[in-house]
């Protein structure tokens, strides 16, 4: 298997914008002294001077305030130049910790897509271990995203039905189960990132999940959640056995679709939803009822 998405470089690097230096000096300096001429007017206004007194005399006095002000002048000059050398190493810092977060990321990345798509299903597992722990360390939500989507594509993929267990059909029956197991995993790692709140470490609230055309044959937990931000497809999915609960769940600007979906087995239960003001909603056009038990009850809007 490989991965249906490619890290692009515009996900990759963080894009730096710096002014060149000349420019930027420019304007700290423009930026200063009009800064100080206005608290020098500011202060001439409010302590009401009514003129400057002015002498031919230049005296010791004035002579050391004069060299004084030249010296504080060059400091100030001085550290604004300093100032804009110190931001402008700075950017050049995080954008370097940037790339090298991102490319840590890209080879571990790299090394987890290789593993969901070894023909072993203890391999595979590992795999997708390893892409939840990138999605949860991502540098940012882009390659977040990159990660959810293969797992997504995984769940996506055609397998072989269970054959059963005829004595004479006994290894691809194992393996069948085997790779169940890696599906359901998935699954329930998906959901369990979806029940942690919005905006807390490790939480994939507010990402995308397309499970279209996915079998749904386990238990999906995602009662008592606060859903925020978007789309979670079930369009055209299968749910043929286990519980998959949104029970007492608050949508806030979350879409959650089952267009064209088969309910033939197990129980989804939708009681007691609560949308508020966002704009989250919930569609089943097409749906089909085919057995199984669906709940739909005390929806509040």
């Given at each position: 298997?490989?991965?249906n998405?490619?890290?692009?470089?515009?996900?990759?690097?963080?894009?730096?914008?710096?002014?060149?230096?000349?420019?930027a000096?420019?304007?700290?300096?423009?930026?200063?002294?009009?800064?100080?001429?206005g608290?020098?007017?500011g202060?001439?206004?409010?302590?009401?001077?009514r003129?400057?007194?002015?002498?031919?005399?230049?005296?010791?006095?004035?002579?050391?305030?004069?060299?004084?002000l030249?010296?504080?002048?060059?400091?100030?000059?001085?550290?604004l130049?300093?100032?804009v050398?110190?931001?402008?190493?700075?950017r050049?810092?995080?954008?370097?910790?940037?790339?090298?977060?991102?490319?840590?990321?890209?080879?571990?990345?790299?090394?987890?897509?290789?593993?969901?798509?070894?023909?072993?299903?203890?391999?595979?597992l590992?795999?997708?271990?390893?892409?939840?722990?990138?999605?949860d360390?991502?540098?940012?939500?882009?390659?977040?995203?990159?990660?959810?989507?293969?797992?997504c594509?995984?769940?996506?993929?055609?397998?072989?039905?269970?054959?059963?267990?005829?004595?004479?059909?006994?290894?691809?029956h194992?393996?069948?189960?085997?790779?169940?197991?890696?599906?359901?995993?998935?699954?329930?790692?998906?959901a369990?990132?979806?029940?942690?709140?919005?905006g807390?470490?490790?939480?994939?609230?507010?990402?995308?999940?397309?499970?279209?055309?996915v079998?749904?044959?386990?238990?999906?937990?995602?009662?008592?959640?606060?859903?925020?931000?978007?789309?979670?497809?079930?369009?055209?999915?299968?749910?043929?056995?286990?519980?998959?609960?949104?029970?007492?769940?608050?949508f806030?600007?979350?879409?959650?679709?089952?267009?064209?979906?088969?309910?033939?087995?197990?129980?989804?239960?939708?009681?007691?939803?609560?949308f508020?003001?966002?704009?989250?909603?919930?569609?089943?056009n097409?749906?089909?009822?085919a057995?199984?038990?669906?709940?739909?009850e005390?929806?509040?809007?």
């Amino acid at each position: 298997m490989t991965a249906n998405r490619q890290l692009r470089p515009a996900q990759n690097d963080r894009e730096l914008r710096l002014w060149d230096v000349r420019r930027a000096l420019v304007v700290i300096f423009a930026a200063a002294i009009l800064t100080a001429s206005g608290v020098f007017f500011g202060l001439v206004l409010l302590l009401d001077f009514r003129e400057i007194d002015s002498t031919a005399k230049l005296d010791a006095k004035t002579l050391f305030d004069l060299v004084k002000l030249s010296f504080g002048v060059v400091a100030g000059a001085g550290a604004l130049v300093a100032l804009v050398v110190a931001y402008r190493r700075q950017r050049v810092d995080e954008a370097g910790a940037h790339r090298e977060a991102t490319r840590l990321h890209t080879e571990r990345f790299s090394q987890a897509v290789e593993q969901l798509g070894s023909d072993s299903p203890a391999v595979q597992l590992g795999g997708v271990h390893a892409l939840v722990g990138l999605a949860d360390d991502a540098p940012d939500d882009s390659l977040r995203q990159t990660c959810i989507d293969v797992l997504c594509a995984y769940l996506q993929l055609p397998f072989t039905p269970d054959p059963g267990d005829d004595p004479a059909h006994q290894e691809e029956h194992h393996r069948y189960l085997a790779l169940r197991t890696v599906r359901h995993t998935i699954l329930r790692l998906i959901a369990d990132h979806y029940r942690r709140p919005h905006g807390t470490h490790r939480s994939w609230q507010g990402r995308s999940l397309d499970l279209t055309g996915v079998t749904i044959d386990c238990d999906i937990d995602l009662s008592e959640t606060h859903l925020v931000g978007g789309e979670v497809s079930f369009n055209g999915a299968t749910f043929s056995g286990g519980e998959v609960s949104f029970a007492h769940t608050t949508f806030s600007g979350t879409k959650v679709s089952f267009d064209g979906a088969t309910f033939s087995g197990g129980e989804v239960t939708f009681e007691h939803l609560n949308f508020l003001s966002g704009g989250g909603k919930v569609t089943f056009n097409g749906a089909r009822f085919a057995g199984g038990k669906v709940s739909l009850e005390g929806i509040y809007v």
